[in-house]
């Protein structure tokens, strides 16, 4: 790093985070150890039919186990931050009431190893997996999840914010609510055009009750993540215009617009129709907390045409000459630099946070001189970082950066079929292998983005 010039273009701003990032259910394993209750995920995985192969978490990256050795590789590779979820269900195995003390140590360990290491520890409340015996009580469409919501964030607060000090209520509560109660892909599996606004607005809502929860109880700073995908109209015509915007308040718009505005955008009554609730005003007065960052999942964009899907009347279109990952989503870095910059203009001027931004490729097996050579995921990083540090330039006030992911893990319902980490695992024996994508960045990370004067290698 120190022969790189110091007159660098891209030289992040003085205590930019570098990080990496995971999620409980697709890294831990052990879903049930030590006193834990089932979470919605355990239940969907373990329903015929519902994920790739009945692919499942009960072992996943068996992390439950082996989280020191992750920690040390996280040391290894020069990480500055740590974001990971908590799962509900190990702290309270009923969701409310009865707080499991195993469960709560886990992740007290957890905090203490990465803050021996130097790493700091980002906690995500909740990262999809709902304990199955609040879905049994109506899950997020039940309005008493708010208050449900506050009593678990309140426990963790009690228990880590002395050595916690980034907080995050939800991750994508736009993916909790089109995968797990408008189309059903996710769990809990619902497909009705009349629950998904419900279980946005309560979703809000217990945001909004976590984030009180906290400015009673905790010192530092809690946020909201959420996932943004830039559209762009597929032509010029005012139908497709109509189908970028429609596609952009629901997907973009649908949960920032009341926790940072305390409303909704009006397209979304046109999205939704008569399965668009009144909602009471009153409502509004508990989402919008004030916060003190926001995280930001950035993984593609899409250019939006209209058609007769449902409900949006508006779908991707594919674009003949980009490139796209195995997950099939367009690789388009000029994406994140134009959603950070529609932030700033819509939102003002609150800290942001890259909470997640990677891609999965086909890798090759690990090689005989230990290597795994993704080309294509630092290409990716290396286009993406550039982005963010072009949009820093342009005056938003970008924090930190966690790569999605630390680990090979599991992609929710497909299964161990996508491999988005750094770090390649054998889910044979679980041994882990930092792949040449983790040695770069780590690079980068040392040389704290200098690195990214170097054109990309590939
Ligand atoms: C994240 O969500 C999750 O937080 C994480 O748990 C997950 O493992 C990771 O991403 C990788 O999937 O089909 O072209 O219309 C991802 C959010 C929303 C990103 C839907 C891609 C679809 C693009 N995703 N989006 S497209």
Same mark, same amino acid.
Request: glycine content about 8%; hydrophobic content about 40%.
């Given at each position: 790093?120190?022969?790189?010039?110091?007159?660098?273009r891209?030289?992040?701003?003085?205590?930019? @985070?570098?990080?990496?990032?995971?999620?409980?259910?697709?890294?831990?394993?052990?879903?049930?150890?030590d006193?834990?209750?089932?979470?919605?995920?355990?239940?969907?995985?373990?329903?015929?039919?519902?994920?790739?192969?009945?692919?499942?978490?009960?072992?996943?990256?068996?992390h439950?186990? *082996?989280?020191?050795?992750?920690?040390?590789?996280?040391?290894?590779?020069?990480?500055?931050?740590?974001?990971f979820?908590?799962?509900?269900?190990?702290?309270?195995?009923?969701?409310?009431?009865?707080?499991?003390?195993?469960?709560?140590?886990?992740?007290?360990r957890?905090?203490?190893?990465?803050?021996?290491?130097?790493?700091?520890?980002?906690?995500?409340l909740?990262?999809?997996?709902?304990?199955?015996?609040?879905?049994?009580?109506?899950?997020?469409?039940?309005?008493?999840?708010?208050?449900w919501?506050?009593? #678990?964030?309140?426990?963790?607060?009690?228990?880590? %914010?002395?050595?916690?000090?980034?907080?995050?209520?939800?991750?994508?509560?736009?993916?909790i609510?089109?995968g797990?109660?408008?189309?059903?892909?996710?769990?809990?599996?619902?497909?009705?055009?009349?629950?998904?606004?419900?279980?946005?607005?309560?979703?809000?809502?217990?945001?909004?009750?976590?984030?009180?929860?906290?400015?009673?109880?905790?010192?530092?700073?809690?946020?909201?993540?959420?996932?943004?995908?830039?559209?762009?109209?597929?032509?010029?015509?005012?139908?497709?215009?109509?189908?970028?915007?429609?596609?952009h308040?629901?997907?973009?718009?649908?949960y920032?617009?009341?926790?940072?505005?305390g409303? #909704?955008?009006?397209?979304?009554?046109?999205?939704f129709?008569?399965a668009?609730?009144?909602?009471?005003?009153?409502d509004?007065?508990?989402?919008?907390?004030?916060?003190?960052?926001?995280?930001?999942? #950035?993984?593609?964009?899409?250019?939006?045409?209209?058609?007769?899907?449902?409900?949006?009347?508006?779908?991707?279109?594919?674009?003949?000459?980009?490139?796209?990952?195995?997950?099939?989503?367009?690789v388009?870095?000029?994406g994140?630099?134009?959603?950070?910059?529609?932030?700033k203009?819509?939102?003002g001027?609150?800290?942001?946070?890259i909470?997640?931004?990677?891609?999965?490729?086909? %890798?090759?097996?690990?090689?005989e001189?230990?290597?795994?050579?993704?080309?294509?995921?630092?290409?990716?990083?290396?286009?993406?970082?550039?982005?963010?540090?072009?949009?820093?330039?342009?005056g938003? %006030?970008?924090?930190?950066?966690?790569?999605?992911?630390?680990l090979?893990? @599991?992609?929710?319902?497909?299964?161990?079929?996508?491999?988005?980490?750094?770090?390649?695992?054998? #889910?044979?024996?679980q041994? *882990?292998?930092?792949?040449?994508?983790?040695?770069?960045?780590?690079?980068?990370?040392?040389?704290?983005?200098?690195?990214?004067?170097?054109?990309s290698?590939?």
């Amino acid at each position: 790093a120190d022969a790189l010039p110091s007159n660098s273009r891209y030289q992040f701003p003085k205590g930019f @985070l570098w990080g990496a990032a995971t999620a409980a259910h697709q890294i831990e394993g052990s879903p049930m150890a030590d006193g834990a209750g089932p979470s919605i995920w355990t239940r969907f995985a373990h329903t015929p039919g519902m994920t790739l192969n009945g692919d499942n978490g009960d072992i996943a990256c068996d992390h439950y186990r *082996r989280w020191q050795d992750d920690v040390k590789l996280m040391r290894d590779l020069g990480l500055q931050a740590y974001r990971f979820s908590v799962s509900w269900s190990r702290i309270l195995p009923e969701g409310t009431g009865r707080v499991n003390q195993a469960g709560l140590d886990f992740y007290s360990r957890l905090v203490d190893a990465l803050l021996e290491n130097g790493i700091e520890p980002l906690l995500t409340l909740y990262h999809w997996d709902l304990p199955a015996a609040l879905d049994d009580r109506g899950g997020w469409l039940n309005r008493d999840c708010a208050d449900w919501f506050a009593e #678990y964030g309140r426990v963790l607060y009690r228990a880590l %914010d002395g050595r916690v000090k980034k907080w995050v209520t939800l991750n994508e509560p736009w993916v909790i609510t089109d995968g797990g109660y408008l189309h059903g892909a996710l769990a809990p599996g619902h497909r009705s055009r009349y629950e998904a606004p419900i279980a946005s607005h309560n979703l809000m809502r217990a945001h909004g009750a976590a984030v009180q929860a906290y400015r009673a109880e905790g010192k530092h700073e809690i946020g909201l993540v959420v996932n943004i995908e830039p559209k762009y109209p597929a032509s010029e015509s005012e139908a497709d215009a109509a189908a970028t915007r429609r596609a952009h308040a629901y997907m973009n718009e649908q949960y920032l617009h009341p926790a940072l505005l305390g409303r #909704y955008p009006p397209e979304l009554k046109e999205v939704f129709g008569d399965a668009w609730p009144d909602f009471d005003p009153e409502d509004f007065k508990l989402i919008v907390q004030p916060l003190d960052f926001v995280g930001i999942n #950035y993984y593609t964009r899409s250019v939006t045409q209209a058609n007769d899907s449902y409900p949006l009347k508006a779908g991707a279109v594919r674009q003949p000459l980009a490139t796209y990952s195995e997950t099939g989503w367009e690789v388009f870095p000029q994406g994140l630099t134009d959603l950070l910059l529609w932030f700033k203009n819509t939102y003002g001027d609150l800290p942001v946070y890259i909470t997640e931004n990677g891609a999965a490729f086909f %890798d090759p097996p690990v090689a005989e001189n230990g290597h795994v050579c993704d080309p294509l995921r630092i290409n990716y990083l290396h286009k993406h970082l550039r982005a963010i540090h072009d949009a820093i330039d342009a005056g938003v %006030d970008i924090r930190g950066y966690m790569v999605w992911s630390l680990l090979d893990n @599991l992609e929710w319902s497909l299964g161990y079929s996508k491999r988005f980490g750094i770090v390649h695992v054998n #889910y044979g024996t679980q041994e *882990r292998t930092p792949k040449d994508s983790a040695l770069w960045y780590s690079q980068v990370i040392g040389s704290h983005g200098r690195k990214l004067d170097e054109p990309s290698p590939y």
